[in-house]
């Protein structure tokens, strides 16, 4: 039957194909949707058979088409683990069935660092770093207490903790920055409404917004215009990830600055997948190379933006 032929007793078949499954986070937001488009695209340009599952921002089901991954003996597994703990069982199943496994954009929190080969995407605590750099700056020499409020990622995920610790690690220095309201908006641009406007409320003097991403800040500006202020200028807004809504907010200044998280991991995933299956060693950590946003630079950037 057409040259493929099935592998006596793992069922496999046998074309010489890579066979990946991939546990993908959801469809949370803009930059997950770009994400998974780098991937699906990367493994057909390099001829790589791609299983794809969508976990819907739940831990049980990632799990689940992990252990559906291994049950299928595919060459490979690749995931961006929802939340950061709670692994290790499914990734030592993994290991014991000799499946190979790469984390992307997410981090694990497993000790044992032998459970995959390795992990490729951003350092979130460099990109939190960088915008309480941008507060600091843009504050500079002004003496009067700033109020910020939070919108965090998905409760338990890398993102989510490290962009918040970096930020955090930076403005502690100076006394004036008070986080004065932080709270999860789980990176969707309707969380990210509905808890500003919980915020808008609570809070009568809010000076800057700090969204761990650009959805949940375009959420909280619905929510702002809503409450008769004025996004960008009444309350200056710092997001996350530099996606086409995000950066087309940018330009119009209705949020004044993007930290860049680059969804297009595609790629280098699909050249790392074929050197673990051909048993060349690899990095352990692979990072993602990231920039920063001005209204000006976004400008500038998004005729050419791809997503
Ligand atoms: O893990 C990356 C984060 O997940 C992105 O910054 C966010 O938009 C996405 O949902």
Wanted: charged fraction near 30%.
């Amino acid at each position: 039957c057409g040259g493929e032929s099935e592998d006596a007793g793992s069922g496999k078949k046998d074309d010489g194909k890579i066979t990946m499954g991939f546990a993908q986070v959801g469809a949370e937001s803009g930059w997950r949707t770009a994400n998974t488009k780098s991937i699906q695209e990367a493994a057909t340009a390099a001829g790589i058979d791609l299983k794809f599952s969508d976990a819907q921002q739940k831990q049980e089901n990632q799990i689940k088409a992990i252990r559906s991954y291994i049950a299928q003996k595919v060459d490979i597994i690749a995931f961006s683990p929802v939340v950061e703990s709670g692994w290790d069982t499914v990734l030592k199943e993994a290991k014991d069935a000799k499946i190979p496994v790469i984390l992307t954009d997410r981090a694990v929190d497993s000790k044992d660092t032998s459970l995959y080969k390795t992990f490729i995407g951003s350092d979130f605590v460099l990109e939190g770093k960088k915008a309480g750099e941008w507060l600091v700056k843009e504050y500079q020499g002004k003496t009067d207490t700033v109020n910020i409020v939070e919108l965090q990622g998905t409760t338990g995920s890398a993102p989510a903790n490290d962009r918040k610790s970096g930020f955090a690690d930076v403005i502690k220095a100076d006394p004036k920055f008070k986080v004065i309201a932080s709270q999860t908006g789980d990176f969707t641009r309707a969380k990210g409404k509905e808890v500003m406007e919980a915020f808008l409320k609570a809070n009568p003097k809010i000076d800057v917004l700090y969204a761990h991403n650009d959805d949940m800040g375009l959420g909280a500006i619905e929510a702002i215009v809503a409450a008769g202020k004025k996004p960008g200028v009444d309350i200056k807004i710092i997001t996350v990830d530099a996606v086409k809504d995000g950066m087309t907010a940018l330009s119009e200044g209705k949020i004044n600055y993007i930290v860049e998280c680059s969804p297009l991991l595609g790629p280098q995933l699909m050249d790392l997948a074929k050197k673990v299956v051909a048993g060349e060693t690899i990095p352990q950590r692979v990072l993602t190379e990231e920039t920063t946003f001005t209204p000006e630079q976004a400008k500038a950037a998004l005729p050419n933006r791809k997503y």
